[in-house]
């Protein structure tokens, strides 16, 4: 017998309240339901009954709770905020997602949460930044060679590599992002 639910109140729901004499144990990330052979007592009417030999297995995984799910972009606000990312991302040896975007960009504003739970699965591999263009120096901004938003740059050793350009759907944009990191990380 195979069980494939949602959460465990669905199995609990299906399966033990079915047949109340089943035990349900918990260890770790794991739900275990199993049922062995011999003696057990019928629940609607308080019987003891012979049970069928059969040993069966039920298993719910939960997503690991000790990483995050998002980790929020670090903004950078002027030159020299930038110059100090840059030199600790070169110490490190590793490389940093600069996302520019501004605030009334609305694909910029829907590509950032996606962003941000990229930056959780490469938590410690790669580093991600935003630049609100409004809100930062015209300097800023010509350094980054920014012509059109949402850009996305991987910048690895002080210098930029990559870069997307995200006037397109969200998706195809996020598969080009993870592209790009695959070939420097």
């Not at 929020?72 to 040896?93: G, Y």
């Not at 910029?108 to 120096?137: H, Q, R």
Request: charged share 30%; proline share 4%.
């Amino acid at each position: 017998m195979s069980i494939l639910a949602a959460n465990t109140h669905i199995v609990y729901r299906e399966v033990l309240l079915r047949d109340p004499q089943n035990q349900l144990s918990g260890g770790g990330s794991s739900l275990f339901w199993s049922r062995s052979p011999g003696f057990g007592v019928d629940g609607r009417r308080g019987e003891w009954r012979k049970t069928k030999k059969r040993d069966l297995r039920v298993e719910a995984f939960w997503p690991d709770m000790t990483r995050p799910n998002v980790i929020e972009m670090q903004p950078i606000k002027d030159c020299d905020q930038l110059d100090q990312v840059l030199a600790q991302a070169q110490e490190l040896r590793q490389p940093i997602i600069i996302d520019w975007m501004a605030a009334w960009c609305r694909k910029c504003i829907y590509l950032k949460p996606k962003l941000e739970k990229l930056a959780a699965e490469y938590d410690t591999k790669i580093k991600f930044y935003s630049v609100d263009v409004n809100n930062v120096s015209q300097a800023l901004v010509k350094r980054g060679n920014i012509t059109k938003m949402p850009t996305i740059q991987l910048w690895k050793d002080g210098e930029m590599k990559a870069e997307v350009i995200g006037g397109h759907k969200a998706w195809i944009v996020m598969d080009e992002v993870r592209e790009m990191i695959q070939k420097f990380v």
